[in-house]
């Protein structure tokens, strides 16, 4: 719907006006401006950030060697601006130009290595201050294995939760989370299951004609950034931003106390679990060595 609503708009600037023909990709918080990691929306993968350091979304359809195609929001402001003014001084009648502001095909980054600092930063680094489980989160690659995971690591524990909750006089909310989680994940499935191949040479010709000064002030150079910097910036900003939590030292410290005592509870339960396994089975393995 929206892929087919971006393609009609597109055909009326082309053929009806003058101007310029604007794409970004997966726009998200900011490299610098106007602070690292700023964000003020849950759309495109903050929403999903949050949804993995809470302990909720644990599994999505995707394929991890794709490239997330991501692109901070000053980057993109930055690049309009520019072609604002490039656009303001060509000729009424000339055929609008079409500006890819991406990363995928310049400085890619996969969803693997993305994933990978995700878990990082909110297991060890920076937990957030409130979570429902640990942190962790695979892609599907088929229909089935996503339902069996959705079962096994989302249904199952929002039952679970919410019976906890009704039992103790508590609303329960997690099923109806569990709800807006997948409706957000399923949308987003279209970027973690593809990659593109963007033509950039309109805004090369535009960064060819900024002088120094402006290549500072309207900075869009995509190869400047660095990923192992902008996504823990990104992830803070969730907490900062969007979460408004209390970003002090002793917060940080009973968050990470707290991501401690969930790693001990998920090792006693496997352990509790395997145990019982191995009581119930034992007799029937010694019974069938002995007959």
């Avoid at 993109?76 to 095909?105: A, F, Q, R």
């Avoid at 980054?109 to 909110?122: H, Q, R």
Wanted: charged letters at 20%.
């Amino acid at each position: 719907g929206q892929e087919c609503h971006r393609r009609v708009r597109e055909a009326v600037v082309s053929t009806q006006s003058t101007g310029g023909i604007f794409r970004p990709s997966i726009v998200g918080a900011s490299w610098k401006e106007p602070a690292p990691g700023w964000i003020d929306n849950y759309n495109g993968p903050s929403g999903l950030f949050v949804a993995v350091g809470k302990g909720v979304l644990r599994i999505l359809e995707g394929d991890v060697t794709k490239v997330a195609d991501v692109i901070p929001i000053d980057h993109c402001v930055n690049m309009l601006i520019v072609v604002g003014w490039y656009t303001s001084t060509l000729p009424v009648e000339d055929k609008p130009l079409i500006y890819h502001c991406t990363s995928g095909t310049k400085h890619p980054f996969t969803w693997f290595k993305l994933g990978t600092l995700l878990l990082e930063f909110f297991s060890q680094q920076e937990p957030y201050n409130e979570v429902f489980r640990r942190p962790a989160v695979n892609f599907a690659t088929s229909k089935m294995e996503l339902a069996y995971w959705k079962l096994i690591s989302h249904t199952i524990p929002a039952y679970l939760a919410d019976g906890a909750a009704k039992v103790s006089g508590s609303k329960p909310v997690m099923r109806r989370a569990y709800d807006k989680v997948h409706k957000a994940s399923e949308t987003f499935t279209f970027f973690t299951k593809r990659e593109w191949t963007w033509t950039s040479e309109n805004c090369d010709m535009l960064w060819g004609l900024l002088s120094e000064v402006d290549k500072k002030l309207y900075n869009f150079d995509v190869m400047e950034i660095v990923w192992e910097k902008y996504y823990p910036n990104f992830f803070r900003g969730t907490k900062k931003y969007l979460l408004k939590e209390d970003m002090s030292e002793d917060k940080l410290v009973l968050a990470k106390q707290r991501q401690m005592r969930l790693k001990n509870m998920t090792h006693a339960c496997v352990a509790i679990f395997l145990a019982s396994v191995l009581y119930f089975l034992y007799p029937l393995l010694l019974g069938s060595f002995r007959s």
